[in-house]
T-cell receptor, first 117, second 111 residues
Framework: GAGVSQTPSNKVTEKGKYVELRCDPI?????LYWYRQSLGQGPEFLIY????????DSGLPNDRFFAVRPEGSVSTLKIQRTERGDSAVYLC???????????????FGSGTRLTVV | ELKVEQNPLFLSMQEGKNYTIYCNYS?????LYWYRQDPGKSLESLFV?????AVKQEGRLMASLDTKARLSTLHITAAVHDLSATYFC???????????FGQGTELSVKP
């Protein structure tokens, strides 16, 4: 596609429920990143995929968070037993390769605003 | 642990004035990024600075990088209202794509 697509754009869920957030990167981009942005803060790194594998998952806050990218394109971020503190905007970004060789930076999607009530 | 600090965090400017946003980071890195974020929107890439002494300009914005001082600046010339947004700098921790962001600078340009 023309840009990074994230669905849904908004998600409201009850505490304790399971949610899935989807990211569809730019076609051909091998690297995919998930970030989380809380209100008034800069984005925080969660996980980075190179192809199908998670090259760096050091930002996942705990084992309730999990992400997959089974075919090296679309990725799903999964959150189990959601807590109110998980409320944030979840951003996805992609780049042609993991080692940036372009001048236009990473392309971010418009994000999914998750609200846990 | 890599830390990225921006200042100021809030900046109210009059149109036509000049100002500079500073981005300091705590460990060696040769890659620094500037992004713009409008309220409720995603991040728009402004500049990618890839080496010491790099300077890039686009319109009224100019960014520079001093890797020895671990400092990047975003200079605004003759500000206009359309520049009102939050600006983030981010440092690539290991050139693998894990960006560490600053807290952001919320810029408001008033007539």
């Amino acid at each position: 596609g023309a840009g990074v697509s994230q669905t849904p754009s908004n998600k409201v869920t009850e505490k304790g429920k399971y949610v899935e957030l989807r990211c569809d990167p730019i076609s051909g981009h091998t690297a995919l990143y998930w970030y989380r942005q809380s209100l008034g803060q800069g984005p925080e790194f969660l996980i980075y995929f190179q192809g199908t594998g998670a090259a760096d998952d050091s930002g996942l806050p705990n084992d309730r968070f999990f992400a997959v990218r089974p075919e090296g394109s679309v990725s799903t971020l999964k959150i189990q037993r959601t807590e109110r503190g998980d409320s944030a905007v979840y951003l996805c970004a992609s780049s042609l390769t993991g080692y940036l060789d372009r001048t236009d930076g990473y392309t971010f999607g418009s994000g999914t605003r998750l609200t846990v009530v | 642990e890599l830390k990225v600090e921006q200042n100021p965090l809030f900046l109210s400017m009059q149109e036509g004035k000049n100002y500079t946003i500073y981005c300091n980071y705590s460990t060696t890195s040769d890659r620094l990024y500037w992004y713009r974020q409008d309220p409720g929107k995603s991040l728009e890439s402004l500049f990618v600075l890839l080496s010491n002494g790099a300077v890039k300009q686009e319109g009224r914005l100019m960014a520079s990088l001093d890797t020895k001082a671990r400092l990047s600046t975003l200079h605004i010339t003759a500000a206009v209202h359309d520049l009102s947004a939050t600006y983030f700098c981010a440092v690539d921790k290991n050139q693998g794509g894990k960006l560490i962001f600053g807290q952001g600078t919320e810029l408001s340009v008033k007539p």
